[in-house]
T-cell receptor, first 114, second 110 residues
Framework: GAVVSQHPSRVICKSGTSVKIECRSL??????MFWYRQFPKQSLMLMAT?????????EQGVEKDKFLINHASLTLSTLTVTSAHPEDSSFYIC??????????FGPGTRLTVL | KNEVEQSPQNLTAQEGEFITINCSYS?????LHWLQQHPGGGIVSLFM???GKKKHGRLIATINIQEKHSSLHITASHPRDSAVYIC????????????FGKGTLLTVNP
């Protein structure tokens, strides 16, 4: 089956630093990748939609200059949290889709900003 | 008003019981996912369906597009089924955007 990986799975950083999270589709080429955020006991919230070779589409309320998304190839998308602050601490999940409605989810990255 | 409503929010069952989780949505959709999220956070897509009924092992999912309602059933529940189950309709169009319910926390006791 289709596998999506994320790296790192867990990261702890100091306030003000930037953190990069990678999302890879391991055995298929993803036309679209999605980035989600989940706060404790909350539902997932879509942050942005990313298509290879084009600018990401951000959801309302998500700062594009703070959450930089690069989708350099059909198998890799990166999310960089710039100048992270404690309120950015969350669980970040990516998903990838091919050409149907099916989405394949990564295992998630737990970010803790001290 | 939430676009996706799940019920119940929490469900505790004894091993072997038949489980039903319901989902009602108000957004227009092309399909709907049922997702399973374990305590570690990882998410697995259990089903993606656009009509009728699908079965996989002890899991059954149904959807009624006209009534904007879907159900997830678990037969002969087991403690390893304990997880959060999330209903996620897929909006129409080319971007396959998901809207998520708040999830149902299922605990199956031995």
């Amino acid at each position: 089956g289709a596998v999506v990986s994320q790296h790192p799975s867990r990261v702890i950083c100091k306030s003000g630093t930037s953190v990069k999270i990678e999302c890879r589709s391991l055995d298929f080429q993803a036309t679209t990748m999605f980035w989600y955020r989940q706060f404790p006991k909350q539902s997932l919230m879509l942050m942005a939609t990313s298509n290879e070779g084009s600018k990401a589409t951000y959801e309302q309320g998500v700062e594009k200059d703070k959450f930089l998304i690069n989708h350099a190839s059909l198998t890799l998308s990166t999310l960089t949290v710039t100048s992270a602050h404690p309120e950015d601490s969350s669980f970040y999940i990516c998903s990838a889709t091919v050409s149907t409605d099916t989405q394949y989810f990564g295992p998630g990255t737990r970010l803790t900003v001290l | 008003k939430n676009e996706v409503e799940q019920s119940p929010q929490n469900l505790t069952a004894q091993e072997g019981e038949f489980i039903t989780i319901n989902c009602s949505y108000s957004v227009g959709i092309s399909a709907l996912h049922w997702l399973q999220q374990h305590p570690g956070g990882g998410i697995v897509s259990l089903f993606m369906l656009s009509s009728g009924k699908k079965k996989h092992g002890r899991l059954i999912a149904t959807i009624n597009i006209q009534e904007k309602h879907s159900s997830l059933h678990i037969t002969a529940s087991h403690p390893r089924d304990s997880a959060v189950y999330i209903c996620a309709p897929v909006s129409g169009g080319s971007n396959y955007k998901l809207t998520f319910g708040k999830g149902t926390l299922l605990t199956v006791n031995p």
